[in-house]
Structures are given as C-alpha cells and as structure tokens.
C-alpha cells in the first residue's frame, strides 16, 4: 500500500514529490506516515510545512497538536468544575454543604526506598500539597493512604491548584485526572497497548478532543510533552494488569520525564514508584479544631466514642464528616462507631435512591443491610488498632457472607 502511493506520487519536478497527489493529502489520510515524518523528518522545514492543518478544534498551527489558548481554555473548564470539590466526590447533601466551608489541614509522610539503599528512609511531615508538588516536580510520587483518608479528594484539589498554576505560564503543561477504576485491558494489536492512553483521552473530553496518536505526540514527543498525569486508584486494578500492562507504560513516562501521581491504598501495588508519600492520620489538635467548627457542644461526646473504639479508624476524614451527617440526623449520637456506620448507610442510601431515581424493594434494603452489618461486625474485629480492617479480598468476603443463614432463594 505504501510502495504504492510512494509510486503514485513521485514527481522529479519537486524534491519532495507529489505530481500527481499533493503530499499534504497523503499526509491527511495516512496519519502511520505523518507519525514516521514527524519522527525522522522533523528538523526539515521543507517537510513540517508539509504537515496538514488541524481539522478539530483547538489545533491552529501545523506543528502543535493543541495550541495553547486551546490548553488555557481547559484549564479554565477544571478550574470551574474541580473548584468546588466538595459536589464531585459528594456522600450526602449534609456533608457537601458544610465542606464548602470547611477542610481538613493534612500532611504526608515521605517515604523513600530504592535498591541502593534498601530499607524505609522517613522525613518530617509535609502539608499534603506541598509535598506532592515539591517531588512530582522532578520525580514519580505515590500517595498511599487507608480507606476515608481523602486519596482523591486531594488529587481533586491538586489538579485545580496545578490547573490556576499552569494558567499563568506563557506554554502551559496540561493536568489530567484519571481514574483508574474505569480501566480497561486493551485487545491485542490495539493502538494504545496499555489502555492508558484511552482514559486519559476519556478524561481530557469534551474540553480537549485528541486521538490517541496526538496524546501519544503530548506524552513522549520531545518538542511537545506537556501532560501532567494525575492516576486515581491504582488498588482499583489487578496486579497482574499492573505488572504487564501498566509498568511498561510508567517506564516510558520514566524516559520522557512525565511526572505521574499516583493513589494507592497501603496494600496497593507500587507501579515500581520509589517516592512514596504517606497520608497521615488526622491529628488530635486538626480533629479538635474540625469538632469545634463543626459540632460544636459535641466535642466531648465524639471523643468519648472515637477514644472509646480507640482506631485510627476513627482519625479519618470519613469518619468525622460520617459523624457529622449521623449528628445532623439523630439524636443522641450512638453508642460506637458500629451503630453510627448503620445510620450513615441509611442516610447514604436514601440519599443515592432519591438522587439517582433508583427503584428498589424495602425488602432488599432490609437484606441488604443485614449483609453489610455482619460484614462490618466481621471486618472490625482486627485487635489491632493501626489495622482496622478496612480493606477485605472478595474472597474473604464471600466467606464471610456465606455463613449467613439463608432466609432467601436468591
């Protein structure tokens, strides 16, 4: 196919050919050739004039892929849409209502362990953000923290600061968001092998609109790399996925130095990430400070019920606003942590039934709850207080569930 067109077009007449079809058509229908002529052809000018002009929107120059108002115009679009974090990530109307006001001051642990030195080396803590920043500047970060610690909440509120910092540069680098959860296994010989660039084109639309060779060209192409990438949930993905698909992908990033931020829980997959920032606990003066402002005339019984379960389970952000929204629909606070999970999956539910119209029988909510009540009972049995059994195998799970007795064919 490609002899012939070379046959087709050549013209002695130009030095670069294209007597009978000009070559910028060929370069428009056959984008494999504008890649290789990008690639071993860029420092021509003969040849990049040649490039044809965007067709889509946000490309006005033969030689960017996005120009940069295009780029300031979706940072513009994230700044409005992560600014009020609080209705992204939203668990009741009680809860978002007040965290417009209100958030948590966290820090992170740095972490670091490479094959020269092994072992864990630890530093003071940092404030959360700043942390992230300081070392995503020249390396990967991974965030680890347990369930409830605010893992994507921060890297929501990451991508709007980098979103108003990047607003100010005269060539912008371009944050994404990806969640991973979304992930899909590519099909062999498919064009993104690691599936990754899929989300991250998913990600970047309507705003940005880019097939997956332009956000290949935005990644690893010298001249233009400019994507800062933001990876949601790496726990979220299986860890032989991880290990084929994924590390390959990273080792690129590596290579091009493609600043990756990724969240992971402890018992997460690394992705081979050297860098690694603890999320810590809340302190006693922040979750103090958060009863004060938020619960005031409570103080004294939340702390009486978080020393009584005596968890970090109880020092998570999670935790508290559970406790708030429970307070804000109750009377008197419960007894344990136990009872206030109850009444917050009852508010929860209620919440996700009214909101997303979701039609269901008041029998299987009945069954549903006896099955989390038990799995919960189950899970926080852990006599250790730095492991309160968060996270549970599917396996594990079903085990559990099993010795329920049946009260249903289903």
């Keep these: 196919k490609v002899c012939g067109i070379v046959k087709f077009t050549r013209d002695r007449s130009s030095d670069l050919g294209g007597g009978a079809v000009p070559t910028r058509v060929v370069l428009e229908q056959f984008p494999q050739l504008r890649e290789l002529q990008r690639e071993f052809h860029g420092g021509d000018r003969r040849w990049s004039d040649l490039l044809p002009t965007a067709t889509h929107q946000g490309k006005t120059s033969d030689t960017e892929t996005v120009n940069t108002e295009t780029v300031k115009s979706y940072l513009r679009s994230l700044c409005q849409y992560y600014e009020q974090w609080w209705n992204r990530y939203r668990l009741t109307e009680t809860i978002s209502a007040r965290q417009a006001t209100f958030t948590f001051e966290q820090t992170v642990q740095i972490e670091e362990a490479s094959e020269e030195t092994p072992g864990k ?101 010298e001249e233009e790399k400019r994507l800062f990438l933001l990876l949601d949930g790496l726990n979220e993905i299986p860890a032989d996925i991880v290990h084929s698909k994924l590390t390959d992908f990273r080792a690129k990033c590596d290579r091009a130095k493609i600043p990756l931020v990724c969240t992971t829980r402890s018992s997460g997959d690394s992705l081979g990430i050297q860098r690694r920032l603890n999320l810590q606990t809340l302190s006693n003066p ?85 099955l989390l009540k038990y799995l919960a009972s189950e899970m926080l049995r852990s006599p250790d207080p730095h492991n309160p059994g968060l996270t549970i195998s599917e396996t594990t799970a079903r085990g559990i569930l099993l010795q329920i007795p049946k009260h249903r064919s289903d």
């Excluded at 990806?178 to 099909?187: A, D």
């Excluded at 004060?292 to 020092?315: A, F, I, S, T, Y």
């Excluded at 007894?335 to 999970?341: K, N, P, R």
């Design 121 to 221: 080396k630890e530093s003071d803590p940092w404030e959360l953000l700043q942390g992230i920043i300081h070392y995503a500047k020249s390396e990967h970060v991974l965030l680890v923290g347990s369930p409830g610690t605010g893992k994507s909440t921060t890297l929501l509120r990451l991508c709007v600061v980098l979103a108003e910092q990047e607003l100010k540069s005269t060539r912008p680098r371009i944050p994404v968001l990806v969640k991973l959860k979304g992930y899909q296994e590519p099909l062999p010989g498919a064009e993104d092998s690691s599936g990754m660039l899929t989300l991250i084109k998913e990600a970047l639309e309507p705003e940005l609109s880019l097939t997956i060779s332009e956000i290949k060209t935005l990644l690893f192409n």
């Design 286 to 370: 922040e979750i103090k400070r958060f009863l004060r402002e938020c619960m005031p005339g409570q103080e004294e019984q939340v702390l009486k019920l978080l020393n009584k379960d005596n968890r970090e389970l109880g020092k998570t952000p999670f935790v508290l606003w559970m406790l708030y929204d429970v307070s804000k629909n109750s009377e008197p606070l419960p007894e344990s942590l136990g009872e206030a999970f109850q009444g917050f999956i009852r508010s929860y539910t209620n919440y996700k039934i009214h909101q997303e119209g979701i039609s269901v029988s008041p029998e299987d909510l009945e069954y549903w709850n006896l």
